[in-house]
């Protein structure tokens, strides 16, 4: 077989926490493929390019076969010329004591700025992640100021919330990861979010059980688990007095990884697009559904029903995204 099209990838916030986990995992081809060569461009503000170097260095001493080159650079234009995937980290983390909506100012004109920057130098077959807080907004945001794009080439990062409520269930049951199926974070990637089981599956004793009837603890599910995911965040940084790194650089490559690999035969993740009205979530809103992925191009999954429990908690999480946009909407006016 002809060897593959070598592709341009680049990475924001290269320099930072999440960058140096996330890097390994691009260079060495768990996300675009082991038999999958690339280039690999590491965006940061001017300050971090000593830091960047020793990354490159790094880099180049892995020997990785996939990886081809490596530039490091402060420089737009050089970061985003010709690139096939964008992997949007580069932003302000919370602090304790943080809300995530205390960053968007801070960083919502860093995305206005990359969003041009994708419009006037990207591929317009880019696919785009974003991870900076806040993630949905800030990607509804570059895709703004990135006309000559697809919106739908924009996404925000919520598989990191999928992760860590699959893995809740899977505590609860006693079960291994692998056994959990089905379970989708619905919205905005903050504590609103909303984790659902209602269409997830456990195998346990050799049966597919429904995860309302594998857990047998409603209260739980209804309770503690949901307020659980929602402030993991929050409860890592407690914990470590830094936010979640190398699992949302696990996140970051699993979603990356589904975008341009496809997803399983059956099995949907969640992923935060741009909303077309499904689950009559308003149009136009970067809010994490349910989707499957083929050939590149992710679909919604269409007809679960949704209970009034679920609705609600599907509403308050859109109100607060509607909410966000106008915010960074008047900052972008500034
Ligand atoms: N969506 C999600 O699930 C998650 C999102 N995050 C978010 O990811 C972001 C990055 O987190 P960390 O890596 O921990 O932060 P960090 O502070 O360790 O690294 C951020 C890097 O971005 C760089 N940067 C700042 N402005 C930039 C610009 N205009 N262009 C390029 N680079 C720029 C900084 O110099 C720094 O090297 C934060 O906003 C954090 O809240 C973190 C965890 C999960
Ligand atoms: O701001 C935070 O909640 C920490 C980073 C994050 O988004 C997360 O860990 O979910």
Redesign the pocket.
């Known amino acids: 077989m002809a060897p593959k099209e070598v592709i341009k990838v680049l990475v924001t916030g290269a320099a930072g926490q999440i960058g140096y986990s996330l890097l390994y995992m691009v260079a060495n081809g768990d996300i675009f493929g082991h038999d999958q060569p690339l280039d690999l461009v590491m965006l940061d503000i001017e300050p971090m390019m000593g830091v960047l170097e020793g990354v490159a260095m790094e880099l180049n001493d892995c020997a990785f076969t996939t990886l081809r080159s490596v530039v490091a650079t402060a420089d737009e234009k050089t970061g985003f010329s010709g690139i096939d995937a964008a992997l949007l980290v580069g932003a302000m ?2 602090k304790a004591g ?1 809300e ?1 909506k205390d ?1 968007l100012a801070a960083n919502v004109r860093i995305f206005k700025s990359q969003g041009k920057a994708l419009d006037q130098f990207a591929k317009k077959t880019v696919k785009v992640i974003v991870v900076g ?1 806040p ?1 949905n907004t800030n990607a509804g945001i570059a895709a703004k100021y990135a006309p000559s794009i697809p919106t739908r080439n924009f996404s925000a990062m919520t598989r ?2 999928q992760n860590r409520a699959q893995h809740q269930i899977a505590a609860k049951c006693g079960v291994t990861i692998q056994d959990v199926s089905g379970v989708i974070v619905w919205g905005n ?1 903050s504590s609103t979010q909303f984790p659902d089981v209602s269409h997830a599956k456990v195998n346990k004793g050799g049966k597919s059980l429904a995860v309302y009837a594998a857990c047998n603890d409603d209260a739980w599910l209804k309770g503690d688990f949901i307020k659980t995911v929602q402030s ?3 409860a ?2 407690a914990a470590r007095k830094l ?2 790194a190398m ?2 650089a696990k996140a970051c490559a699993d979603h990356m990884r589904d975008w341009f690999q496809g997803t399983k035969h059956g099995h949907h993740v969640s992923m935060a697009v741009p909303s077309d009205g499904s689950y009559g979530v308003p149009a136009g809103l970067i809010y994490s559904f349910p989707v499957t992925i083929e050939n590149r191009e992710w679909k919604i999954v269409q007809g679960l029903e949704i209970n009034d429990f679920g609705r609600e908690k599907m509403k308050v999480t859109a109100d607060e995204l509607a909410q966000e946009r106008a915010d960074a909407l008047a900052v972008c006016q500034e």
């Open positions: 983390p919370r943080m995530r960053l807080n993630a990191l919330d990637h993991r965040g929050a890592v940084i936010s979640s699992s949302a």
